[in-house]
Nanobody
Framework: QVQLVESGGGLAQVGGSLRLSCAPS????????MGWFRQAPGKEREFVAA????????YNLDSVKGRFTISRDNAKNTVYLQMNSLKPEDTAIYYC????????????????WGQGTQVTVSS
């Protein structure tokens, strides 16, 4: 069974940092586009960022521009989301996902999903 396992969430202060990790089990996703989404209570799941197999990146610029960085280490089969300058509105469950499309930003374009990790930013 293919699984995506997120880690690194937790409680952070406003202006602080967290780094999320996503490590697939059951197969390798080296040729896939890997993405991060988030969902706050009462809101729809929102695209945060994606990174293609060759390292090319796409961001939801409106929400994370200049603060979040997505990266991947294909040798370790792991994807990261470095989150800096955290704001209370970044509070959400963050999901890792995998897509076979080279360019993917919509939830329906991602076939594999993790269980999510909670990120809470407090002042």
């Amino acid at each position: 069974q293919v699984q995506l396992v997120e880690s690194g969430g937790g409680l952070a202060q406003v202006g602080g940092s967290l780094r999320l990790s996503c490590a697939p089990s059951g197969r390798t996703f080296s040729g896939y586009t890997m993405g991060w989404f988030r969902q706050a209570p009462g809101k729809e799941r929102e695209f945060v960022a994606a990174v293609r197999w060759n390292g090319g990146r796409t961001y939801n610029l409106d929400s994370v521009k200049g603060r979040f960085t997505i990266s991947r280490d294909n040798a370790k089969n792991t994807v990261y989301l470095q989150m800096n300058s955290l704001k209370p509105e970044d509070t959400a469950i963050y999901y890792c996902a995998a897509s076979s499309s080279a360019i993917a930003t919509r939830t329906y374009e991602f076939a594999y999903w993790g269980q999510g990790t909670q990120v809470t930013v407090s002042s």
